[in-house]
């Protein structure tokens, strides 16, 4: 596989790049809270020029690029109004005519809990790419690792989070923590990431198994 950045093997993620970077800038230039969004962009900051350096050297299926786009276009909605503040129901209401919140009787904005659960099911694929690129995991471990990965990850930046709040306080602290007076908000982040991953493994090694079933029953026609 060629995968110089100018070949045509490289121009899907390098498209989604470009489509990525034009609405980073797009929501960056007024966001609702300008220190909020830069905290909640430290580590965008350090990922993507890791997966733009590291293209060379792993290259991740196109599936999995456009899965880790989404999840950090959400990232970034959810940057630019800060995640307690994410109008999704009145967008939800413009297109279908009632709100989704009342109907559902809820009583904080789930923006964040669906953007944890996406981390998990969005970034599970390439975090299965990547320790199948670098590990030897047998059987059942090929699955168990990635999900460990993931989860491990989500608690680390829970930790990161508590530490930046703890660290600035007062309405910033509050915003990027962003808890919503729930005591038990950073638990229900790290269950609904491992919840995501524990979807994508499982879909995955479906998928998995039916390739090699089919595979070994052409080799056997």
Same mark, same amino acid.
């Given at each position: ?20 970077l034009v609405v980073a800038v797009a929501l960056g230039i007024a966001? #609702?809270?300008?220190?909020?969004? /830069? +905290?909640?962009?430290?580590? %965008?900051? !350090?990922?993507?020029?890791?997966? =733009? ?51 559902l009787g809820l009583s904080r904005n789930p923006f964040d809990r669906?953007? #944890?659960?996406?981390?998990?099911? /969005? +970034?599970?694929?390439?975090? %299965?790419? !990547?320790?199948?690129?670098?590990? =030897? ?85």
């Open positions: 596989m060629n995968d110089r950045p100018g070949s045509k093997d490289a121009r899907f993620p390098l498209l989604l790049l470009a489509v990525f966001p #609702h809270y300008r220190q909020d969004w /830069l +905290l909640e962009n430290v580590l %965008v900051m !350090l990922a993507l020029p890791a997966l =733009v350096f590291g293209f060379r050297r792993l290259r991740f299926s196109d599936a999995s690029y456009a899965a880790l786009f989404v999840f950090l276009v959400l990232h970034e909605i959810g940057a630019h109004y800060t995640y307690a503040e994410v109008p999704w129901d009145r967008w939800f209401a413009a297109l279908s005519g009632f709100s989704l919140h009342d109907a669906a953007i #944890h659960f996406a981390y998990g099911l /969005l +970034l599970t694929p390439a975090v %299965v790419e !990547l320790v199948a690129a670098r590990t =030897v995991s047998p059987g059942a471990w090929r699955w168990i690792v990635p999900v460990s990965m993931v989860t491990a990850s989500s608690a680390l930046f829970e930790l990161f989070e508590w530490a930046a709040a703890v660290w600035f306080g007062g309405d910033l602290g509050v915003a990027y923590l962003g808890t919503q007076g729930d005591p038990w908000d950073a638990q229900q982040d790290m269950l609904l990431a491992l919840l995501g991953s524990v979807v994508t493994v499982v879909v995955l090694a479906v998928v998995s198994g039916h390739r090699r079933r089919r595979a070994a029953a052409s080799t056997n026609q």
